[in-house]
């Protein structure tokens, strides 16, 4: 069973630059959620995405945003980057139900923006 | 506004005795909550959830307790080994329809002496 896995795992960029991270979600999963985690903090929730749409968002500005292609992996995009942008972002995938609520976590990108 | 907290950011335990991590909860709405691992560089590893609708959960070394009236729940790992030296998430669930939202507290750094 193949895990959650991210792409790229290190990058850098400049502020007012724009970035997309890839994410292939585990085998059979058919949900993909993002999570932005800063140094020192527990991740936050950015948004999930369901059969190809959004039917989550958390408390980001709209210059996040994202894509679920039909093999359920998924692209997060970010615009106009800013310093605060400077974390690890996680991508999670999930069956729409669970008997233990789990997320399934990737390694994460680490996106440095200068 | 903080919904999930973990006050402690770290905590040191001798081999072979008892870990006690602790997390509190502001939202009543939550309907399950869930303990994570992180090693450096990896994502986040589920250990061990819990519904809200239960008070205790155990699997192996790991037992979550869940007192809905205290708005309080707690990780016990017994015996403590120094594999299990991490940072342990406490996170709760927000489920709306099909999305399922993650909130997750601030980390608690485990040390395992041996």
């Known amino acids: 069973e193949t895990g959650v896995t991210q792409s790229p795992t290190h990058l850098i960029k400049t502020r007012g630059q724009q970035v997309t991270l890839r994410c292939s979600s585990q085998s059979g999963h058919n949900t993909v959620s993002w999570y932005q985690q800063a140094l020192g903090q527990g991740p936050q929730f950015i948004f999930q995405?369901?059969?190809?749409?959004?039917?989550g968002r958390g408390n980001f500005p709209p210059r996040f945003s994202g894509l679920q292609f039909p093999n359920y992996s998924s692209e997060l995009n970010v615009n106009a980057l800013e310093l605060d942008d400077s974390a690890l972002y996680l991508c999670a995938s999930s069956l729409p139900r669970t008997n233990t609520g789990e997320l399934f976590f990737g390694e994460g990108s680490r996106l440095t923006v200068l | 506004d903080q919904q999930v907290k973990q006050n402690s950011p770290s905590l040191s335990v001798q081999e072979g005795r008892i870990s006690i991590l602790n997390c509190d909860y502001t939202n009543s709405m939550f309907d399950y909550f869930l303990w994570y691992k992180k090693y450096p560089a990896e994502g986040p590893t589920f250990l061990i959830s819990i519904s809200s609708i239960k008070d205790k959960n155990e699997d192996g070394r790991f037992t979550v307790f869940l007192n809905k009236s205290a708005k309080h729940l707690s990780l016990h790992i017994v015996p403590s080994q120094p594999g299990d030296s991490a940072v342990y998430f406490c996170a709760a669930r927000l489920s709306s329809g099909s999305a399922r939202q993650l909130t997750f507290g601030s980390g608690t750094q485990l040390t395992v002496l041996p």
């Open positions: 995405y369901y059969r190809e749409e959004e039917n």
